[in-house]
């Protein structure tokens, strides 16, 4: 069980251009989904907190207009790069977690190259 | 000073070594304690969740957590090149939902 999702698993697009990515937990209800972003070597950053149904909290230094997050439903989160640039290219992860659920499970990652 | 202090390695072992991997803080509100595992362009799977001081057993993964001193470690019998990877450390505290990480120590179990 506590299995997440996320797709795309890569994607390579264009200066400017938009992109989303999904996350879904397939085998229980996410309360609370979170955001990071991975550089090589480094440890995960979290970016922002999500609870289903509410707006998104973001940590200091992200520009919530850049990463738009939305929790729709209690199975999916999806963030949104907008205006990508190649200083946006990093390892996107995201986690989820269950009401009352310390554990954060998370998803397998999605690597984004921006040209 | 960093919330969590974890050892970067790499740290090379031979297979079936016994494996120390640990952690030091300095928040004494953590109550919850994980080990996660990394591999390579991978997202992080948990191994290990423990609440407050003590040791837990699952296969040959072994954490313990020690309040007083704010040590944690997670061990690792007969290990296997299978199990090289980054494993990161990772805390709460009670009523949060933000994990605090360490840095991860890079693992490589060589045959």
């Known amino acids: 069980g506590a299995v997440v999702s996320q797709h795309p698993s890569w994607v390579i697009c264009k200066s400017g251009t938009s992109v989303k990515i999904e996350c879904r937990s397939l085998?229980?209800?996410?309360?609370?989904m979170f955001w990071y972003r991975q550089f090589p070597k480094q440890s995960l950053m979290l970016m922002a907190t999500?609870?289903?149904?509410?707006?998104?909290?973001?940590e200091q230094g992200v520009e919530k207009d850049k990463f738009l997050i939305n929790h729709a439903s209690l199975t999916l989160s999806t963030l949104t790069v907008t205006s990508a640039h190649p200083e946006d290219s990093s390892f996107y992860i995201c986690?989820?977690?269950?009401?009352?659920?310390?554990?954060?499970?998370f998803g397998p990652g999605t690597r984004l190259l921006v040209l | 000073q960093k919330e969590v202090e974890q050892d970067p390695g790499p740290l090379s072992v031979p297979e079936g070594a016994i494996v120390s991997l640990n952690c030091t803080y300095s928040?004494?509100?953590?109550?919850?304690f994980m080990w996660y595992r990394q591999y390579s362009r991978k997202g992080p799977e948990l191994l290990m969740y423990?609440?407050?001081?003590g040791n837990k057993e699952d296969g040959r993964f072994t954490a313990q957590v020690d309040k007083s001193s704010k040590y944690i470690s997670l061990f690792i019998r007969d290990s296997q090149p299978s199990d090289s990877a980054t494993y990161l450390c990772?805390?709460?505290?009670?009523?949060?939902?933000?994990?605090?990480f360490g840095t991860g120590t890079q693992l490589k179990v060589e045959l």
């Open positions: 085998d229980f209800q996410a309360t609370t």
């Open positions: 986690s989820a977690s269950a009401r009352g659920r310390e554990t954060q499970y």
């Open positions: 928040n004494s509100a953590f109550q919850y």
């Open positions: 990772a805390m709460l505290t009670g009523g949060g939902n933000k994990l605090t």
């Open positions: 423990t609440y407050s001081s």
């Open positions: 999500s609870n289903e149904g509410s707006k998104a909290t973001y």
